[in-house]
């Protein structure tokens, strides 16, 4: 059983610009969250996707969307990017979407916005 | 507005004492609380967990512990060993909300000393 990948680890984008992160879930499960931490802090909830649908949504402004795919993967896209949007960009999945189940992190990605 | 508060940024313990890692909810709707440990440039890796219904919950050298009323859980890790050494989150979740997702603390950064 594989775990969770994210690509790229790294990623520099100058602000305006747009950018797509990608994460591959473990096999089976059926729900991504994705979460943003920044420095010091713990991760803040994003959005969560269950079979490829939005299934709840922290307070992050529209210019943050994502995908979920068949085939376990997803995409967290940010457009018109800010400085303060530079922080660890973490993908979790878990078997499903009910409160409690544990999450299962992948490695992140850190985007630095200059 | 911070739901979930880890109010000791930092921890540093001698080889083999306990450590005691400690945090804080204000939302009565949690009802169940993960630990996570996290190591540098790796993702947060599940620990713990404890169900409301539950005031302690022991897996090997952890052992979580609830006070509801208190709106406090707490982390022990006996003996402490310096492979320990990380940051720790704690997070919150409404087992009865669709979405499953974690409210997380800021972290503790645990430093075990041989």
């Known amino acids: 059983e594989t775990g969770v990948t994210q690509s790229p680890t790294h990623l520099i984008k100058t602000r305006g610009q747009q950018v797509t992160l990608r994460c591959s879930s473990q096999s089976g499960h059926n729900t991504v969250s994705w979460y943003q931490q920044a420095l010091g802090q713990g991760p803040q909830f994003i959005f969560q996707?269950?079979?490829?649908?939005?299934?709840g949504r922290g307070n992050f402004p529209p210019r943050f969307s994502g995908l979920q795919f068949p085939n376990y993967s997803s995409e967290l896209n940010v457009n018109a990017l800010e400085l303060d949007d530079s922080a660890l960009y973490l993908c979790a999945s878990s078997l499903d979407a009910v409160g409690g189940r544990e999450q299962y992190f992948g490695p992140g990605t850190r985007l630095t916005v200059t | 507005d911070q739901q979930v508060k880890q109010n000791s940024p930092s921890l540093s313990v001698q080889e083999g004492r306990i450590s005691i890692l400690n945090c804080d909810y204000t939302?009565?709707?949690?009802?169940?609380f993960l630990w996570y440990k996290k190591y540098p440039a790796e993702g947060p890796t599940f620990l713990i967990s404890i169900s409301s219904i539950k005031d302690k919950n022991e897996d090997g050298r952890f052992t979580v512990f609830l006070n509801k009323s208190a709106k406090h859980l707490s982390l022990h890790i006996v003996p402490s060993q310096p492979g320990d050494s990380a940051v720790y989150f704690c997070a919150a979740s409404a087992q009865s909300g669709n979405t499953g997702k974690l409210i997380f603390g800021q972290g503790t950064t645990l430093q075990v000393k041989p």
């Open positions: 996707y269950y079979r490829e649908e939005e299934n």
């Open positions: 939302n009565s709707m949690f009802d169940y």
